[in-house]
């Protein structure tokens, strides 16, 4: 029976919001959001960030109301950035067990213990100069190298210290961000040796040099004091080159993979998808990515809502299981 006759006119689905709901392929929730929070020495602090509204850095008492507040509306985790007392070559305080993060990671923990604390671990919110890893100064200093070259293998001695210290205060998961060479591996082996086996390790495998994170640098006070990270974050204008990184995180140990930013980078994250499907993906929907939505809705030139969970549940369309979004508490909400 190919009679041509019989043959319907091709037509779409046309279904009334109920029936639409059983066709839906992506649903967002706040399960599948962390929230970046920033924290600093003081007390009784909420410090508004000017180009991220909503957004503060926190002294560590008025975190525990904040915690209390995202477990409440079902986020699952945080990821915590902190802002030290003072700033030296190495970034002392990254390691110090009263730390800024340190201290925050076991207030979080007290005010909700069911929250998964997530950790960024990097040099560059600690160092004088900003950059992510150990200089080519001082006594160690390589005579053939410049003096603004980051030294890979120093630095990896300080992230595998940095990642022992957030374990021993209560880190669920460290996130090292720095896209040094064997971070991974180096982390792994020293949280293997200091009886962390079971900690995971979120690698921001893809993270490409952007001007997206440009509030950021205000809200963690860390822009680099001189030059850039062109040399160890990527190139924008590429992809294969981020199916490597993240072929190389997986080999070192990584648990979950990590793209970002998110929103210019739609064509990456599904690409790693594809590319590692027994692997949990997150994307970072970055600082200047909020930035922008808060600024064009603050103007009525959007409807802010709108754009913020069609953003979201386009990331996540894309592939991440789970998306780090300054966005989370207010999605939050909007979804619940
Ligand atoms: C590095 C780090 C950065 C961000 C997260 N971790 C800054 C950078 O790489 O310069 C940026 C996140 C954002 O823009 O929201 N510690």
Not at 44 to 58: L, R, V
Not at 179 to 187: E, Q, R, Y
Not at 240 to 266: C, F, H, N, S, T
Request: aromatic share 6%; net charge negative.
């Amino acid at each position: 029976m190919t009679d041509n006759a019989n043959l319907r006119r091709p037509r779409r689905l046309r279904l009334s919001p109920a029936l639409r709901s059983l066709v839906r392929e992506t649903e967002l929730a706040p399960s599948d959001f962390i929230y970046p929070l920033f924290v600093r020495h003081g007390r009784d602090i909420a410090q508004p960030i000017a180009s991220m509204p909503g957004i503060f850095q926190w002294s560590v008492d008025r975190l525990e109301a904040e915690a209390r507040d995202i477990a409440a509306l079902g986020i699952p985790a945080v990821i915590l950035f902190g802002i030290p007392a003072s700033k030296d070559p190495v970034g002392l305080e990254n390691f110090a067990a009263d730390g800024i993060v340190q201290q925050a990671i076991r207030a979080v923990k007290a005010a909700a213990p069911e929250l998964v604390v997530i950790t960024d671990v990097c040099l560059c919110e600690y160092t004088d100069h900003g950059h992510c890893g150990i200089l080519n100064r001082g006594e160690h200093a390589h005579p053939a190298l410049p003096a603004d070259h980051v030294l890979n293998e120093p630095t990896l001695d300080v992230l595998a210290r940095v990642a022992v210290s957030h374990a021993e205060a209560g880190a669920d998961i460290v996130a090292p961000s720095g896209m040094m060479d064997g971070m991974v591996a180096a982390i792994r082996t020293a949280l293997d040796a200091a009886s962390y086996e079971h900690l995971p390790i979120l690698s921001y495998a893809v993270k490409y040099a952007s001007a997206f994170y440009g509030p950021f640098r205000e809200a963690a006070e860390s822009p680099p004091s001189f030059g850039d990270r062109k040399s160890h974050q990527m190139d924008p204008a590429n992809r294969r080159e981020a199916l490597r990184e993240a072929a190389l995180d997986v080999q070192e140990g990584a648990d979950i993979l990590m793209v970002k930013p998110a929103l210019p980078y739609l064509d990456v994250l599904h690409a790693l998808r594809l590319a590692h499907p027994e692997m949990p993906l997150a994307a970072y929907n970055v600082s200047g990515e909020y930035s922008m939505l808060k600024a064009a809705a603050a103007n009525g030139w959007v409807q802010e809502q709108n754009v913020i969970l069609e953003a979201l549940t386009g990331i996540k369309r894309a592939g991440a299981d789970m998306i780090l979004t300054y966005h989370a508490k207010e999605a939050a909400r909007w979804l619940i």
